[in-house]
């Protein structure tokens, strides 16, 4: 079984960084993709990047792209997001997910629905 657990949120200001850690457990990873979803109060759960644990490639949303970095330690079963100059709209209760790839489409990475493993997630609170 596959267990996620997320740290490293917490209260920031605007312009201030942040980088949460996701230790992953239970499966070995080679054919999975993982990445990390958040959720605003009142809004839908929402895309903001995955990692294929293999290769390495990146999917970003494209309002995070050039402030947040996704990355992955093998050894250690961990997965980051690096999150730079963070704005108030930013949030969030943020998700880790992982699952395992038996097939592909282009929307893949962006769909909650195609994850099968979830955190419980982490408060990410960014004040003006």
């Known amino acids: 079984q596959v267990q996620l657990v997320e740290s490293g949120g917490g209260l920031v200001q605007a312009g201030d960084s942040l980088r949460l850690s996701c230790a992953a457990s239970?499966?070995?990873?080679?054919?999975?993709?993982m990445g990390w979803f958040r959720q605003a109060p009142g809004k839908e759960r929402e895309f903001v990047a995955a990692?294929?644990?293999?290769?390495?490639?990146?999917y970003y949303a494209d309002f995070v792209k050039g402030r947040f970095i996704i990355s992955r330690d093998k050894a250690k079963n961990m997965l980051y997001l690096q999150m730079n100059s963070l704005k108030p709209e930013d949030t969030a209760v943020y998700y880790c997910?992982?699952?395992?790839?038996?097939?592909?489409?282009?929307?893949?990475?962006?769909?909650?629905?195609?994850?099968?493993?979830w955190g419980r997630g982490t408060q990410v609170t960014v004040s003006s």
């Open positions: 239970g499966r070995t990873f080679g054919s999975f993709i």
């Open positions: 997910t992982a699952d395992e790839i038996k097939s592909w489409s282009s929307s893949r990475p962006y769909d909650p629905r195609e994850y099968d493993y």
């Open positions: 990692i294929m644990w293999s290769g390495g490639s990146t």
